[in-house]
């Protein structure tokens, strides 16, 4: 079953998550040949999981990587994450590496902490320059690939979303051709130890048409279109190819 998977990043209100779940709760129907997963900011957990539909999966944007509940202030924990209902979550995303400094260790704690506790989980991979050679980028994908391949816990609940950062909210995204590649090598690599493999970075209803087509591609990563009733346009042309 295909995916659509929304990041909403920071950005939401209560009023936000009401408007857009009624036009998704609306669609309904039209979804149900995929699988559709909001990942809202913290303080909307509760009032996503409250407003959309129990169709739709609601997810978190990351996680503590260091305990499941302790003394990190700030840090939201697994035990918060669970009690909101949240079946998904988002790591290693390239803002929380950029911004927050997110280490490989880290990502590697969150991934091992969300699979033990039975989240599904949205691990981002990308290089982050336009230019580089397929041979460079592949590399910088199969070094993050390498979290999952030596994860000590069973790694069929996690999805691989391939999300070259200079593509992410900039309107410019990879040709079809060169995704297809990128997201073979992945398969290649993973096989079927994983649940399947995503694209991110400037979807919207326009350019996801031409990427349905893409061998061994499982669905969507989407940033900005997520944020208005777009999101749901963009699952049903999805829905409709599945």
């Given at each position: 079953?295909?995916?659509?998977?929304?990041?909403?990043?920071?950005?939401?209100?209560k009023?936000?998550?009401?408007?857009?779940?009624?036009?998704?709760?609306?669609?309904?129907?039209?979804?149900a040949n995929?699988?559709?997963?909001?990942?809202?900011?913290?303080?909307l957990?509760?009032e996503?999981?409250?407003?959309?539909?129990?169709?739709?999966?609601?997810?978190?944007?990351?996680?503590?990587?260091?305990?499941?509940?302790?003394a990190?202030?700030?840090?939201?924990?697994?035990?918060?994450?669970k009690?909101?209902?949240?079946?998904?979550?988002?790591?290693?995303?390239?803002?929380?590496?950029?911004?927050?400094?997110?280490?490989?260790?880290?990502?590697?704690?969150?991934?091992?902490?969300?699979?033990?506790?039975?989240?599904?989980?949205?691990?981002?991979?990308?290089?982050h320059?336009?230019?580089?050679?397929l041979?460079?980028?592949?590399?910088?994908?199969?070094?993050?690939?390498?979290?999952?391949?030596?994860?000590?816990?069973?790694?069929?609940?996690?999805?691989?979303?391939?999300?070259?950062?200079?593509?992410?909210?900039t309107?410019?995204?990879?040709?079809?051709?060169?995704?297809?590649?990128?997201?073979?090598?992945?398969?290649?690599?993973?096989?079927?130890?994983?649940?399947?493999?995503?694209?991110?970075?400037?979807?919207?209803?326009?350019?996801?048409?031409?990427?349905?087509?893409?061998?061994?591609?499982?669905?969507?990563?989407?940033?900005?279109?997520?944020l208005?009733?777009?999101f749901?346009?963009?699952?049903?042309?999805?829905?409709?190819?599945?």
């Amino acid at each position: 079953m295909r995916i659509c998977v929304g990041n909403w990043k920071m950005n939401g209100t209560k009023e936000m998550v009401q408007n857009i779940s009624h036009k998704m709760n609306e669609r309904e129907g039209d979804l149900a040949n995929i699988e559709v997963v909001i990942c809202v900011p913290y303080t909307l957990l509760y009032e996503a999981r409250k407003s959309f539909s129990s169709a739709f999966a609601i997810g978190a944007q990351t996680m503590c990587a260091y305990a499941e509940k302790g003394a990190y202030t700030g840090g939201i924990s697994m035990e918060q994450i669970k009690d909101a209902q949240v079946q998904s979550v988002i790591i290693g995303h390239s803002e929380r590496v950029k911004y927050f400094h997110e280490t490989e260790e880290e990502v590697k704690n969150q991934v091992e902490m969300a699979v033990k506790n039975s989240l599904s989980v949205i691990l981002c991979v990308g290089e982050h320059t336009k230019n580089g050679s397929l041979e460079e980028n592949s590399l910088i994908i199969k070094n993050r690939l390498n979290i999952v391949k030596n994860l000590g816990v069973p790694s069929a609940r996690i999805y691989i979303a391939y999300e070259p950062v200079w593509a992410i909210g900039t309107g410019d995204m990879p040709s079809a051709e060169r995704i297809q590649r990128i997201v073979q090598m992945i398969h290649d690599e993973m096989g079927d130890k994983i649940q399947g493999i995503l694209y991110g970075g400037s979807v919207t209803k326009e350019t996801v048409q031409p990427l349905l087509s893409i061998s061994h591609l499982a669905g969507f990563l989407v940033g900005n279109a997520s944020l208005t009733t777009e999101f749901a346009e963009i699952c049903e042309i999805v829905s409709q190819a599945s």
